[in-house]
């Protein structure tokens, strides 16, 4: 689960780590207030979506006066903002958050996150922030500075002093960088994150540092450790159909292409997806059902891929191990009947009662096409997709 910037500073300043003064809003007047309150005579007006590439893409604007203020929100609010990491679809803006101007003399890349060959909380470091840390690593490897953490131990101040060294900074900057970086492994820790990030981490004119910006993935399998956080979850910012997956315990990832897929097993699935790139077509969603799954919950993964307008046909991939075929037949019976699909639909089916879920597809009167394996079941699929599109 992602935070706004405005969450994340303020999850910042509960660990003692330096933001610039600002304040969120909902509307024009809003934003102007806010820049009223805060005073001074330049603020940055910061459209607030779960992506990053905002100032490039609009999202960032630099004003000088309260009416620069307005007319900057009243350009994001109620739009979609477009950045490499949202597709083509974009992101709402529901809310602006409206940040005091800071000197900027130099900007740093500081990050945590976990580096899973290793097993260990990954710090890294550039000094080359404010820039995208994929372009710096394929580029100027050398610029990017890593520490590993060993869990028993801790983040230990010498690491600590070891990047600041590294990112040329000098006298107090040390200690304050080292303070900063031990609140975030502790925030880190403390609010099971999967990234903290902050790009870029400025040393201002006066030469303080300071988290020009924020960022916190927290890992959704800990959120029932996290209720204050989960709280700020803002599902606007989420595929609605990923969304409704997950209030029905449902692996669902949207994907671009016009084959829907519903698979037991996640393994299996991307098994499935291979094969049927491998013959010419391009999925449109991960889904995997899971090892436990119902008529009930089969038919709502019906209906829910079902309700991409880009499906052109769906393959259905059962092994019946734990879940047995004759309920996944039943709930595709039933999904098939009460959604009305207009689309071709190709089932595999293998294991526990297989003979017997056969049978009830092709007594249910469905244009429902078996397959005899796997191979037989993705050539199908990608023809009658290929047809669809025709």
Known sequence: MN??????????????????????????EEAVAAAEALGGSVWVVKAQVHAGGRGKAGG???VRDVDAVRSAAQGMLGQRLVTKQTGAEGLPIERVYVESGSQIEREIYLSLTLNRERGRIAVIASAAG???IEEVAAHTPEKILTVNVDPAAGLQPYQCRKLAFGLGLTGKQIAEFQS???GLYRLYLEKDASLVEVNPLIVTSEGKLVALDAKINIDANALFRQP?????RDPSQEDPMERRASEHDLNYVSLDGDIACMVNGAGLAMATMDLIKLHGGQPANFL?????ATSERVTVAFELILSNPKVRAILVNIFGGIVRCDIIAEGIITAVQKVG????VVVRLEGTNAPKAREMLAGSGLTITAAADLTDAARTVVAAAAKGRA
Do not use: C
């Open 3 to 28: 935070l706004h910037e405005y969450q994340a500073k303020d999850v910042f300043r509960s660990y003692g780590i330096p933001v610039p003064p600002g304040r969120v809003a909902a509307s024009a």
């Open 60 to 62: 960032v604007k630099v």
């Open 130 to 132: 404010g820039m995208d």
């Open 180 to 182: 900063i970086l031990m």
């Open 228 to 232: 204050e956080l989960a709280a700020l």
């Open 288 to 292: 995997d059902v899971g090892g436990g």
């Open 341 to 344: 699909v207009q689309v071709p």
